[in-house]
C-alpha cells in the first residue's frame, strides 16, 4: 500500500505546476550536470568501461535531465518519480526522439515501496523487449541514482531499504543531494516551496549509518560539488548568491 502524506501531496501540486518550465531554468539543467559528473567519477563501472551492461533505476527522474544525459551511457534507465506532471514531460521528450520506439529509458509514476512494483516491472521488461530478450521478470538494476530527491522522501530508511531489494548483486547506489550543513541549509528553498520539503538537506553521518545499516558495503558519503544559488532572502526579500554543498552517497550491495 502507497504512503501518501501530506507533504507528498504538497510536492505533487508544487511539481505538476512546475514541470512544463522545468527545463528552462538553467539552474536545474547546470546542478543535474554537476550530478551527473559526479556519479561517472565515483561509480567504477564507468571508468572501467562496464557501464554500457547497466541497467539503471533512477528516484525521482523529474523530466529527465540527468536521466537522458545518462541513458546514452548505459544500457537502460527505468526512472520513477510521484508527480504525473514531470512523467508527461519525460514522455513529451522521449516523443520528440528521433526514433522513441527504440528508446533505451522510460519514465512511471509511482512512489516506489518495492522492488517488484508492477509499473516498474513493466517499463523495465517493455525496455528489455525493445532489445531482443524474452522477458525475465523480476528486473533487479546495476545503479541506482537519484539527484535532488532525498529531502523529499519521508523515510530514509524505507527508500533504501528498496532501492537495496532493487539491486542485483554487485550493484550501486550513487545518490546525489545538497547537505544539511547547518541552519543555513533551509534557505535552499525559498518559503513558498517548503512545505513538501522533508528535510532541509541530507545529513553525512546519518546517510553513512543508513546506508551502512541496510546492509549496504563500500559505504562513501563525500561532498560531490558546491553549487551557487541565488536564494530569497528570509522576509522574500532581495536575492543574493549562495553556495551550497551537495554529497554523494555510495553503496554496494555484495
Ligand atoms: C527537485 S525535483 C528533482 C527532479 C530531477 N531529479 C532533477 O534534478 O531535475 C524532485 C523530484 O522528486 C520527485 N519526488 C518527490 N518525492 C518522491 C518520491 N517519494 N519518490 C519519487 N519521486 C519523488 C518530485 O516529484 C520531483 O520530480
Known amino acids: 500500500m502507497s504512503t501518501t502524506t501530506a507533504s507528498t501531496i504538497a510536492n505533487n501540486e508544487r511539481f505538476n505546476a512546475e514541470a512544463a518550465k522545468w ?23 564507468f ?4 557501464a ?19 541513458s546514452p551511457r548505459v544500457r537502460s534507465l527505468v526512472g520513477v518519480d510521484t508527480a504525473q506532471g514531470m512523467i508527461d514531460a519525460f514522455n513529451v521528450k522521449i516523443g520528440a526522439l528521433l526514433q522513441p520506439e527504440e528508446a533505451n529509458l522510460a519514465a512511471v509514476c509511482v512512489m516506489l515501496e518495492d522492488a517488484d ?19 525475465n521478470i523480476p528486473y533487479r538494476f546495476d545503479l541506482i ?7 523529499h522522501i519521508p523515510s530514509l530508511p524505507a527508500i533504501l531499504a528498496t532501492m537495496f531489494q532493487s539491486l542485483k548483486h554487485g550493484g550501486w547506489i550513487a545518490l546525489t543531494d ?10 535552499f528553498h525559498p518559503k513558498s516551496k517548503r512545505e513538501g520539503v522533508e528535510r532541509h538537506g541530507i545529513k553525512r553521518n546519518e546517510m553513512e549509518m543508513t546506508i551502512n545499516g541496510t546492509g549496504f558495503d563500500r559505504v562513501k558519503v563525500e561532498t ?21 554543498p551537495f554529497l554523494i552517497c555510495m553503496g554496494q550491495k555484495a
Open 52 to 70: 554500457k551492461n547497466f541497467d539503471v533505476l533512477e528516484i525521482g527522474c523529474g523530466t529527465g535531465l540527468l536521466s537522458f544525459d545518462l
Open 145 to 151: 541514482v537519484s539527484h535532488l530527491t532525498l529531502h
Open 47 to 50: 571508468a572501467h568501461g562496464q
Open 117 to 135: 512494483d508492477v509499473k516498474v516491472q513493466g517499463a523495465a521488461a517493455a525496455l528489455a523487449s525493445r532489445r531482443g530478450e524474452p522477458e
Open 224 to 244: 560531490a560539488f558546491t553549487f551557487t544559488k541565488a536564494v530569497e532572502g528570509e522576509d522574500g526579500g532581495l536575492k543574493k548568491e549562495m553556495e551550497f
Open 178 to 187: 545538497f547537505e544539511d550543513f547547518g541552519p543555513d541549509a533551509v534557505k
Open 23 to 45: 527545463d528552462s531554468n538553467i539552474a536545474h539543467v547546470r546542478c543535474c550536470e554537476m550530478a551527473l559528473e559526479s556519479v561517472l567519477h565515483h561509480v567504477p563501472a
